[in-house]
């Protein structure tokens, strides 16, 4: 138990971390991967473009709009996925943290452990999607995470909490590929400089692998997010996934699943290393 508060408080720790030093960066790729053309929402050139509408109408506020669901979903997400996947690796090796497991078992606790973070987490997510899609130029709908996740329950009842939630699970697949490749990096590091895998690394280690890991993970399961996005928008209506994917191939070829990658690379990648860094520094240094 005293080991699964510390993966948990280190897990909301980085998470709540990089998300306020990282988020206008996420609102970008939000912006960026469901701009269909549609006239209905503002049309941005590059992120560029985008940067300088939003700080022209409303500032360093309005790089900032839906920070709330977004720090409070990251870090209890981040929370519960250390919590949850460390609980089933020591499960696994018995309890023996320099033993490895098979890439089937890091797989397979990378999926349990993200179905369960997504369930309990997923109302936040569409909270966070709405409010960053609650343009300048139009007149706000929700007046915060607690109205949008209340309004949204109003209206479609639990059912439309969950809205993406089917590519959701898709989307664990991400955290299982990440959580693959950073444990196989570890161990090799760990035996490449002769310690153990529980010691301390050194920062650049840290940061080094926890980038690599999340640069493969994002490029393979992107286009989930895409999806995940589009049905989580209160702009455009969507009949389900299979509605997304079709429209989207149509209007926009594959390219359409890759739009905001790049706004998300740049996002997600110093995240994951900012998340990991204090994630590991964390649960050293706890008692």
């Known amino acids: 138990m005293t080991s699964s508060y510390k993966h948990f408080v280190a897990g909301v720790a980085g998470g709540t971390t990089a998300t306020c030093v990282l988020h206008p960066l996420d609102l970008i790729k939000i912006r960026f991967s469901v701009s269909d053309g549609l006239p209905t929402r503002p049309q941005y050139n590059s992120m560029w473009d985008l940067t300088k509408k939003v700080w022209r109408t409303n500032g360093v506020r309005g790089l900032y709009t839906g920070v709330t669901p977004n720090i409070i979903g990251a870090g209890m997400s981040w929370g519960l996925y250390f919590f949850f996947y460390n609980t089933i690796k020591s499960y696994l090796n018995n309890g023996e943290g320099s033993k490895a497991l098979t890439i089937p078992q890091y797989i397979g606790c990378g999926l349990v452990s993200g179905s369960a973070t997504l369930a309990v987490t997923n109302p936040i997510w569409i909270a966070k999607t709405r409010l960053c899609l609650q343009y300048e130029t139009q007149q706000k ?137 204090t994630y590991e520094m964390m649960v050293y240094y706890l008692p």
């Open 141 to 277: 709908q929700y007046r915060g995470m607690t109205h949008a996740i209340l309004d949204l329950h109003k209206q479609s009842g639990v059912r439309g909490l969950y809205k993406g939630f089917v590519p959701g699970l898709f989307g664990t697949s991400h955290g299982a590929i990440q959580f693959l490749v950073y444990e196989k990096l570890k161990i090799w590091n760990a035996r490449r400089k002769g310690k153990d895998i529980q010691d301390k690394m050194d920062t650049f280690d840290v940061l080094a692998m926890s980038a690599t890991s999340k640069l493969v993970a994002a490029t393979s399961t992107y286009p989930y997010q895409v999806v995940r996005s589009r049905l989580q928008d209160q702009n455009r209506v969507y009949s389900g996934v299979m509605d997304v994917v079709r429209t989207t191939f149509k209007n926009e070829t594959w390219r359409g699943f890759y739009k905001g990658l790049t706004a998300n690379l740049l996002r997600v990648t110093p995240a994951c290393c900012i998340t990991f860094y």
